[in-house]
């Protein structure tokens, strides 16, 4: 016999249970955000629940209007506070003068090069001092992340890291957006399913996987920044242990 899928509510009050065993147990915690419209479930969640979780966001210096234009608005609606860590001029300068404004069209190395200073360097700096991290990482996204889990170790930054709406499906996030109205990114109207740097995201067509409009022109099982690398896995089932206690 079938078993039935968590309803919508249950699955939002099961990812505020992670939420407040995170913060309870793991503080400082922060949710990294995109400010794509997983994210915005979370910051949704954490504002109602009143939870002690920062928020920050990269600015790579590439981050389209309307993704500003959120960051803003969210600022003003949840009254929150949000912490913004850009690319180190340092770094970023002599790559863009020996490489371009937009090397990242140029080869596979080269883009990733250019995530590593806009956004994977800005990352280490956020976490600094952090007991855990959060994201709105889903295993329908893409092949690449097939494998996540709710709870993992991030060996790169020796972190916890949490994943609340993992098993959540893209009719989901949507559908916890509207019942709610929480407020997303305009380009979603405009067929963007995921959102990072304008140059390197386009709308994508119907059918296609949700990720196909980020880095078109790679292949995709390349399609990661490097925020994300796959960590060791922590059984779900000593999460779900642990916030039954």
Not at 8 to 13: D, G, I
Not at 146 to 166: M, Q, S, T, Y
């Given at each position: 016999m079938a078993i039935?899928?968590?309803?919508?509510?249950?699955?939002?009050?099961?990812a505020t249970t992670v939420l407040r065993d995170v913060a309870?147990?793991?503080?400082?915690?922060?949710?990294?955000?995109?400010?794509?419209?997983?994210?915005?479930?979370?910051?949704d969640l954490i504002a109602k629940a009143a939870l002690p979780i920062g928020v920050f966001t990269l600015d790579t210096g590439r981050l389209p209007d309307e993704t500003h234009a959120l960051i803003d608005h969210a600022r003003r609606f949840y009254a929150i506070g949000i912490d913004v860590y850009a690319p180190s001029a340092a770094a970023l300068e002599p790559f863009v003068r020996t490489n371009g404004v937009n090397a990242f069209y140029g080869s596979v190395e080269l883009r990733q090069a250019c995530c590593a200073i806009r956004k994977t360097q800005p990352l280490a700096r956020a976490?600094?001092?952090?007991?855990?991290?959060?994201?709105?990482?889903?295993?329908?996204?893409?092949?690449?992340?097939?494998?996540?889990?709710?709870?993992?170790?991030?060996?790169?930054?020796?972190?916890?890291?949490?994943?609340?709406?993992?098993?959540?499906?893209?009719d989901d996030v949507w559908a916890y957006i509207r019942a709610h109205r929480v407020p997303y990114n305009a380009l979603h109207d405009r067929g963007y399913a995921s959102i990072g740097c304008a140059p390197c995201t386009r709308a994508i067509e119907p059918g296609e996987n949700e990720r196909a409009g980020r880095w078109w022109w790679e292949s995709p099982d390349r399609k990661e920044c490097g925020l994300h690398s796959r960590p060791v896995a922590i059984p779900i089932v000593a999460v779900e242990t642990v916030a039954a206690a």
């Open positions: 039935a899928a968590p309803s919508l509510e249950a699955r939002a009050a099961a309870a147990r793991h503080a400082p915690a922060a949710l990294a955000s995109s400010f794509g419209a997983e994210d915005m479930v979370l910051i976490l600094a001092g952090k007991g855990a991290w959060i994201t709105g990482l889903r295993r329908e996204q893409s092949i690449t992340r097939h494998d996540a889990a709710l709870h993992e170790f991030d060996a790169v930054h020796g972190l916890d890291k949490f994943n609340p709406l993992v098993e959540w499906t893209r």
